[in-house]
Nanobody, 116 residues
Framework: QVQLVESGGGLVQAGDSLRLSCAASGLTFSSYTMGWFRQAPGKGREFVARIGWSGVITYYSDSVKGRFTISRDNAKNTVYLQMNSLKTEDTAVYYC?????????WGQGTQVTVSS
């Protein structure tokens, strides 16, 4: 059974940093593209970042580019999202996703709240 478990969320002030982690099990982690999405209250789920299987290729939404960094450790089956210079508009539930072809697996999400 595939499981993705996010952690590292919390309440921070604008300008602070957080690092989210997503630990995966039940899949061949190194074969999957991994991504982070977020959903703010009353809004749809929004793409944040993704990283290829090797960790070399990364993509970011314009809203987080230059502030967030996605990385992965295939030996630990874990993907990370380093979030710097957080803004109030970054407040959302953050989800990790594992993608391989038409298969997608989602975590349950971790809440990030940024206060002004």
């Amino acid at each position: 059974q595939v499981q993705l478990v996010e952690s590292g969320g919390g309440l921070v002030q604008a300008g602070d940093s957080l690092r989210l982690s997503c630990a995966a099990s039940g899949l061949t982690f190194s074969s999957y593209t991994m991504g982070w999405f977020r959903q703010a209250p009353g809004k749809g789920r929004e793409f944040v970042a993704r990283i290829g299987w090797s960790g070399v290729i990364t993509y970011y939404s314009d809203s987080v580019k230059g502030r967030f960094t996605i990385s992965r450790d295939n030996a630990k089956n874990t993907v990370y999202l380093q979030m710097n210079s957080l803004k109030t508009e970054d407040t959302a539930v953050y989800y990790c996703v594992a993608i391989l072809g038409s298969s997608q697996y989602w975590g349950q999400g971790t809440q990030v709240t940024v206060s002004s």
